[in-house]
């Protein structure tokens, strides 16, 4: 089944560790994005990135990283620069140049720093 | 810079009613809106897709209209049942963004 795919599920970060959430589609997907999700809130975008080897920074970047060294994964590296880490990630992938197809998610990662 | 607002930001109804949820942008630039229903710590369950082009979108009890020119989609849900209760949040994508306004927290009453 085609699908995008997030591991972990939940991971514990100790303060001052750098962790890596990762991100896979075989959706066959240009576009992917990377989301955090703080309580209440709606979906603030970190990365995003629309061809390999290639990526901008979305709202919310300062203290994460990405590669996009292949088109079916997009890993987020939550560094010890990220004051506040706890949230819940979630990665989308999208088609493009087509823009009118639909986003599809992961069912995300919950980050919390222990 | 697109700003996406959802209005209200939670509602609680007796269950059977029909509900409007609002979604509004501010750059009118925009290639789709697509409405998205999330449960408590799980991940996004697509609902509906419009295109810039379209009016509106039917899937069940819930449909979906957009005024692209004055920036506002509409959900409306028909016949609430318990089971509709979540957050419905509201995604438009740009050039080369998707972004999302903080939804809304939808509650039916039995």
């Known amino acids: 089944d085609g699908g995008i795919t997030q591991s972990p599920k939940y991971l514990f970060r100790k303060e001052g560790q750098n962790v890596t959430l990762s991100c896979e589609q075989n959706?066959?997907?240009?576009?992917m994005y990377w989301y955090r999700q703080d309580p209440g809130q709606g979906l603030r975008l970190i990365y995003y990135?629309?061809?390999?080897?290639?990526?901008q920074k979305g709202d919310i970047a300062e203290g994460y990283s990405v590669s996009r060294e292949k088109k079916e994964s997009f890993p987020l590296t939550v560094t010890s620069a990220q004051k506040n880490p706890t949230a819940f990630y979630l990665c989308?992938?999208?088609?493009?140049?087509?823009?009118?197809?639909?986003?599809?998610f992961g069912q995300g990662t919950r980050l919390t720093v222990v | 810079k697109q700003e996406v607002t959802q209005i209200p930001a939670a509602l609680s109804v007796p269950e059977g009613e029909n509900l409007v949820l609002n979604c509004s942008f501010t750059?009118?630039?925009?290639?789709?809106l697509q409405w998205f229903r999330q449960d408590p710590g799980k991940g996004l369950t697509s609902l509906l897709l419009?295109?810039?082009?379209?009016r509106e979108q039917t899937s069940g009890r819930l449909n979906a209209s957009l005024d692209k020119s004055s920036g506002r989609s509409t959900l409306y849900i028909a016949a609430s049942q318990p089971g509709d209760s979540a957050t419905y949040l509201c995604?438009?994508?740009?050039?080369?963004?998707?972004?999302f306004g903080k939804g809304t927290r939808l509650h039916i009453l039995p």
């Open positions: 750059d009118s630039a925009i290639y789709n």
């Open positions: 995604a438009v994508k740009g050039d080369d963004k998707i972004i």
């Open positions: 989308a992938s999208s088609t493009i140049p087509d823009m009118n197809t639909e986003a599809f």
């Open positions: 959706l066959n997907h240009d576009a």
């Open positions: 990135s629309q061809i390999v080897n290639d990526f």
């Open positions: 419009i295109q810039s082009s379209q």
